[in-house]
C-alpha cells in the first residue's frame, strides 16, 4: 500500500487550512466525446484534455487585487482530483477566496531530499468580446484547447493532476517525494499564494531542495530542428509608479514648470531607451545551440545575425538578452484648461539575473530631475546552472519522445512563482512539457487573445512528464 503524507502545517498566520475528504471520482470530458464518468482504468492521456477543460470553466481572474472571483473554487476541485487517489491535500486560504492547495506524495526514499512540483491556478482578465470562443468554455476547435489559462497554467496544471492521478491508481511512487503545490495570485506577484505560502508555512516545504514549473520544456523551431527550451533563468521584476510635480495654474498662461511636460518627456526617454545586450550564460547556451542550427557564426559581442533569424520566436528570446521598460499607463489632469500640479505614469521593468544595479542606475538617469520613482511591485532575477541529474532526467524524458530534437537552456520573459520558492534555497526549473506546431504563436498565447494549446500537445506533456517523474 503506498502511503501518501502531508508535512504538518504548524506556523501561525493561516486563514483556513483545510483538509479535503475522498469524493466521488470528478466528471471529466475527453476532447470530441461527450462529458462522462472517469473509470479506474483511465490514462492520464485520457483524462488531460478533460481536466484543462474544466479548469478553464472555472474562472479564476486575477485583477490585482480582491474583486475577482478567487481561486477557491478551483482550489476545491483540484484537492478533490487529489483526494480521489488517496492524496490528503490541504486547502490554505489567505483571503476570502484565495485559496492554494498542498499535497505530499511519498516516494521510494523519503530520505532523499523532495522535489517541488507547481503551478497557479489565476489567470488574467479575459475580454471576451475580443475572442472569437467564450474564454471560459472550454471549447475543442481545430485541434486546440481554447480559454483563458490554456497555456498559462492550467495545462501544466492538468497534466500535474493527470500524471498524478495514474500514477497513484497504478501504484507507481517516484523515487523521492513530491510536494505538489496549485498557487493562488501568481499573476499579480504571489502575494496571496506563493508568497503567503512561503513566509507562513514554509514548513510544508521541509525538505525540498529543486522545483519544477512554468515555463519551460515547450518546443520552438529555429530552422529547421526543433528545440525544447529548459527554463534555468527568469528576469526580474519592478513595476513601478512615477511621480511628477509641478505648478498648478490656468492653462491659458506659460507653465515652464509643468508636471505633464516633464513626465511625457521622462516618459519618451524611458519607453524609447535602447538597453544594450547583456547575455548570461543560459542565453548564450540557448543562442550557440541556435546558431548551429542556423549554419550562422554566433559573435556574443553581437547576436542580433542570430536574433534576427529566429522567426517567431524573436520576441521571447531577444527579451531575454537585455534589460526592459515600457510604460503602460499615463494620468493627469482633470480640466482641459487646468494645468495640474501632478502627473503619474506606470512603467514594466525587467532585468536580467546580474543586472539589476545597472538597470536601476540607467532609469534614475532617465528620469530625469523632477520625476520620482515608487515600487508597485519588485522581485528578483534568478539563473542556476543547466546541469545536474534533474536537469539531465528532464532532458531525458523529452528526447525519449522527441529523439530528433534537441533540449537548451534558456531564461525566462517574464517571472513565474519559482522567485519565492528560491528563498527557500530552492534550486528552481521551467519545465511544463508541451510539442507545438510550428506556425502557432506560442509567446503570443500568454496573456493573449484566443489563447490555446495544442490537443496533441497535451498528451505529448503527460508522457514526458510520467517519464520524468520515473527518474526525478
Known amino acids: 500500500?503506498?502511503?501518501?503524507?502531508?508535512?504538518?502545517?504548524?506556523?501561525?498566520?493561516?486563514?483556513?487550512?483545510?483538509?479535503?475528504?475522498?469524493?466521488?471520482?470528478?466528471?471529466?470530458?475527453?476532447?470530441?466525446?461527450?462529458?462522462?464518468?472517469?473509470?479506474?482504468?483511465?490514462?492520464?492521456?485520457?483524462?488531460?484534455v478533460g481536466i484543462c477543460r474544466d479548469l478553464i470553466r472555472i474562472d479564476t481572474t486575477n485583477p490585482g487585487d480582491h474583486s475577482g472571483p478567487g481561486e477557491r473554487k478551483a482550489a476545491e476541485h483540484v484537492a478533490a482530483l487529489l483526494s480521489d487517489v488517496g492524496l490528503e491535500p490541504v486547502m490554505l486560504e489567505s483571503h476570502p477566496k484565495r485559496a492554494s492547495v498542498v499535497a505530499r506524495i511519498a516516494g521510494q526514499d523519503s530520505s532523499r531530499p523532495a522535489l517541488l512540483i507547481h503551478g497557479h491556478l489565476d489567470v488574467v482578465p479575459a475580454n471576451a468580446a475580443d475572442w472569437r470562443v467564450d474564454p471560459f468554455a472550454g471549447e475543442i476547435a481545430d485541434g486546440c484547447l481554447w480559454g483563458r489559462g490554456a497555456v498559462d497554467m492550467k495545462d501544466m496544471d492538468a497534466m500535474i493532476l493527470a500524471v498524478v492521478r495514474q500514477r497513484l491508481r497504478e501504484g507507481r511512487r517516484p523515487p523521492r517525494d513530491i510536494v505538489l503545490t496549485f498557487t493562488a495570485d501568481e499573476e499579480a506577484g504571489g502575494t496571496w499564494g506563493a508568497r503567503w505560502l512561503v513566509q507562513n508555512h514554509a514548513d510544508v516545504f521541509e525538505g525540498v531542495t529543486e522545483a519544477i514549473g512554468e515555463v519551460g520544456g515547450f518546443s520552438v523551431f529555429v530552422g529547421d530542428q526543433r528545440m525544447y527550451v529548459l527554463q534555468t533563468a527568469e528576469k526580474g521584476l519592478a513595476w513601478m509608479r512615477l511621480t511628477a510635480e509641478g505648478t498648478a495654474g490656468h492653462g491659458s498662461m506659460v507653465h515652464p514648470d509643468n508636471a505633464v511636460t516633464r513626465m511625457a518627456e521622462a516618459v519618451a526617454r524611458i519607453g524609447r531607451h535602447e538597453w544594450p545586450v547583456r547575455l548570461i550564460p543560459s542565453m548564450r547556451a540557448f543562442l550557440d545551440a541556435a546558431a548551429g542550427a542556423l549554419g550562422v557564426e554566433f559573435d556574443p559581442a553581437d547576436p542580433e545575425?542570430?536574433?534576427?533569424?529566429?522567426?517567431?520566436?524573436?520576441?521571447?528570446?531577444?527579451?531575454?538578452?537585455?534589460?526592459?521598460?515600457?510604460?503602460?499607463?499615463?494620468?493627469?489632469?482633470?480640466?482641459?484648461?487646468?494645468?495640474?500640479?501632478?502627473?503619474?505614469?506606470?512603467?514594466?521593468?525587467?532585468?536580467?539575473?546580474?543586472?539589476?544595479?545597472?538597470?536601476?542606475?540607467?532609469?534614475?538617469?532617465?528620469?530625469?530631475?523632477?520625476?520620482?520613482?515608487?515600487?508597485?511591485?519588485?522581485?528578483?532575477?534568478?539563473?542556476?546552472?543547466?546541469?545536474?541529474?534533474?536537469?539531465?532526467?528532464?532532458?531525458?524524458?523529452?528526447?525519449?519522445?522527441?529523439?530528433?530534437?534537441?533540449?537548451?537552456?534558456?531564461?525566462?520573459?517574464?517571472?513565474?512563482?519559482?522567485?519565492?520558492?528560491?528563498?527557500?534555497?530552492?534550486?528552481?526549473?521551467?519545465?511544463?512539457?508541451?510539442?507545438?506546431?510550428?506556425?502557432?504563436?506560442?509567446?503570443?498565447?500568454?496573456?493573449?487573445?484566443?489563447?490555446?494549446?495544442?490537443?496533441?500537445?497535451?498528451?505529448?506533456?503527460?508522457?514526458?512528464?510520467?517519464?520524468?517523474?520515473?527518474?526525478?
Request: hydrophobic content about 40%; overall charge negative; glycine content about 8%.
Open 1 to 48: 500500500m503506498i502511503s501518501h503524507r502531508l508535512a504538518k502545517v504548524s506556523k501561525p498566520g493561516a486563514r483556513d487550512t483545510t483538509r479535503v475528504p475522498s469524493l466521488p471520482p470528478a466528471t471529466i470530458g475527453r476532447a470530441g466525446c461527450d462529458d462522462r464518468q472517469v473509470t479506474e482504468n483511465a490514462t492520464a492521456e485520457d483524462e488531460v
Open 305 to 472: 545575425a542570430v536574433l534576427a533569424k529566429l522567426g517567431p520566436i524573436y520576441r521571447i528570446i531577444a527579451a531575454t538578452t537585455r534589460n526592459t521598460v515600457n510604460p503602460t499607463g499615463l494620468e493627469a489632469g482633470y480640466k482641459v484648461n487646468v494645468v495640474p500640479q501632478s502627473a503619474t505614469a506606470d512603467i514594466d521593468g525587467r532585468f536580467i539575473p546580474g543586472y539589476e544595479e545597472e538597470f536601476f542606475a540607467e532609469i534614475d538617469r532617465l528620469l530625469g530631475p523632477g520625476v520620482k520613482r515608487e515600487f508597485i511591485y519588485h522581485d528578483i532575477a534568478l539563473e542556476t546552472t543547466p546541469d545536474g541529474d534533474l536537469y539531465k532526467n528532464m532532458e531525458n524524458a523529452l528526447l525519449a519522445e522527441d529523439p530528433r530534437a534537441q533540449v537548451v537552456p534558456y531564461c525566462m520573459f517574464g517571472g513565474t512563482d519559482a522567485k519565492w520558492f528560491s528563498k527557500l534555497g530552492i534550486r528552481c526549473f521551467g519545465f511544463s512539457p508541451l510539442r507545438l506546431p510550428p506556425d502557432l504563436d506560442f509567446s503570443g498565447m500568454f496573456h493573449g487573445i484566443d489563447e490555446r494549446v495544442p490537443v496533441d500537445g497535451l498528451r505529448f506533456g503527460v508522457r514526458v512528464l510520467d517519464r520524468f517523474l520515473d527518474h526525478c
